[in-house]
Every structure is written in C-alpha cells, then in structure tokens.
C-alpha cells in the first residue's frame, strides 16, 4: 500500500539516527493501519500485529496510538515544507518555480499517498499539543506557496485576485493526489506532476 517506507521521512526529526528498527516498524504498521481503517477504528492490537509484535511490546516506543499518530504527522509535514522550500528557492522565475514546486509537491503525495492520506485526513483525531505543531507547519506551507505567489504577480507572470485563496487551492489540488492515487492508475507520479503543473500555472493566469 505504501511506495515510499515511513522511515524515509524520519532524517528531518530530532533522534532519528538513534532510533531502534522496531519503532520504525511500529511507525509503517500505524500508517498503514490508519489507512485503512482510520485513526478511531484501529487499535492498538492492529499496529502491534501488523508491525509483528505484541501489543505490550508497542508501549515501550510509544505511550499510545495517539503518540504515533503525532509523530506520523509531523514527519509528513516536516518533509513538505523542506520540499516547498527548496522548490520555491530554486532557480528560475515565480512560474518556473511554481512549476516545479507543483510537480514536485504533486508526484510527493502520489509516491507517499499511503502517508499523505493519514497526515492530511486524520488532523482531528491529534492531541491539542500535536496538533499545535502539525497546524504551524501546514501555516509554514502555505506562507511559501503565497509568496511565490505574490513573487509571480508582482513579476506580472500571474494574475490573481486573492493571494491566500489561490495557495489553498494549489496545496489542496497535490494533497488530494494522496486520496484517490493508487498503484493501478494510469499516469506515473511524475507525469501526474507535470499535468498539475501546467494546471496551476493555467488556473494562477500565468504570463510567460
């Protein structure tokens, strides 16, 4: 169900490179568990099993399913910011940027859908604290996307009448990618990418 592993998205975190295999194990049997069944209807058992432990044996990396959920979160989330970043500093003008940006962000979340669909769609089942830091993220995001944005109307290579309402619907057309993609579908992520590219720069009236 996933393409890309879990612990591939763990450099970015504080105390990765001294974590044990098993918490890596623990963390790919919650998202996919979350996946399928959603955060309220998987237990504990569900993770363990699925990871090939006991439940007792989960308790010793996390404190609950909700820690893991955490966790889950803010590596996703962590990983699409870096992306967003270095895309929007890249080379370029505003629309090349924008461009590749979109690409990229798009082919992410058909790649890692498995873990785009949990970090983007179970946001209400986090704690209050965890969820402070997934909400300042996604803010982080969406702050990049509006001034590469504003750098493209200000360059008179985009047309748009609101600045924050276009980076929604940017960020929302690649999140979605993570619900309906699967591995049957007919286009790669790549190729995915660059049609949502081309859309984007349509829908911001992009002059170039």
């Known amino acids: ?45 569900d993770i363990a ?13 996390y404190q ?43 082919a992410w979340h058909a790649r890692a859908r498995t873990v785009g669909r949990v970090v983007n769609y179970e946001l209400h089942a986090l704690p209050e604290d965890a969820y402070a830091v997934v909400a300042a993220l996604r803010l982080d995001i969406e702050r990049e996307v509006s001034a590469l944005i504003e750098a493209g109307a200000a360059a008179g290579e985009f047309e748009v009448a609101e600045v924050r309402t276009a980076a929604r619907a940017v960020t929302s057309l690649g999140i979605d990618v993570s619900r309906w993609y699967t591995e049957r579908s007919s286009e790669t992520p790549e190729e995915l990418g660059r049609r949502y590219g081309d859309l984007v720069l349509r829908m911001l009236g992009a002059r170039v």
Request: glycine share 6%.
């Open 64 to 106: 609950s399913k909700a820690a893991l959920l955490a966790e889950i979160s803010q590596a996703g989330h962590t990983a699409t910011l870096a992306l967003v970043r270095a895309a929007a500093a890249g080379d370029g003008g505003p629309a090349q940027r924008m461009r590749r940006m979109v690409e990229q962000f798009t």
């Open 1 to 45: 169900m996933t393409s890309t592993p879990i612990a591939d998205l763990w450099p970015t975190l504080p105390g990765a490179d001294t974590r044990p295999e098993a918490a890596y194990r623990l963390l790919q049997a919650a998202v996919e568990s979350f996946a399928e069944r959603g955060f309220h209807a998987t237990t504990t058992r």
């Open 49 to 61: 099993t699925a990871a090939g432990m006991s439940p007792a044996a989960l308790y010793i990396h």
